[in-house]
């Protein structure tokens, strides 16, 4: 990847944002759009587009600071309980061209949805599922 992203220009202290931890591997900062208070992203300092093209030692290094920015946040806003989630590309609604992770602290009554949110129109979870058709796409996966 070698156009510089919003993320970037905020890793090289270009754009201001509002940090609130860091290493050497990646960044932790507060999203501008947040969907709740604390809303956070980590995004490494290798510039990638989906984890995919991540080094293994960027991937490593970027789980650790989830890890770190949760302990932050669940000191903060007194929770265990983190929507912890990756839009990889853009079909995915990735809007910033570069890796990032969305940490966000979950609270009783926050008014945050499931999952099952982000696809309203999907059978609701119950019943017998489809063992045949889970089956078949497994094999297939594994070719």
């Known amino acids: 990847m070698t156009e510089s992203t919003l993320f970037t220009k905020i890793i090289e202290g270009e754009i201001p944002s509002f940090m609130i931890t860091r290493s050497e591997d990646w960044v932790a900062f507060l999203d501008v759009f947040p969907r709740r208070p604390g809303h956070t992203l980590v995004v490494p300092v290798e510039p990638a587009r989906r984890l995919s093209e991540l080094s293994p030692s960027s991937l490593s290094h970027l789980l650790e600071g989830v890890v770190e920015t949760q302990a932050i946040l669940s000191s903060h806003f007194e929770t265990h309980d983190f929507l912890v989630g990756v839009h ?56």
Do not use: Y
């Not at 949110?117 to 979870?125: K, L």
């Open 88 to 143: 990889d590309g853009p079909l995915a609604g990735q809007e910033v061209p570069h890796v990032h992770i969305h940490v966000i602290p979950r609270t009783e009554n926050d008014g945050g949805l499931s999952m099952m949110a982000c696809w309203p129109d999907s059978p609701p979870i119950g019943g017998e599922p489809d063992f045949e058709s889970l089956s078949k796409l497994s094999e297939l996966l594994k070719q």
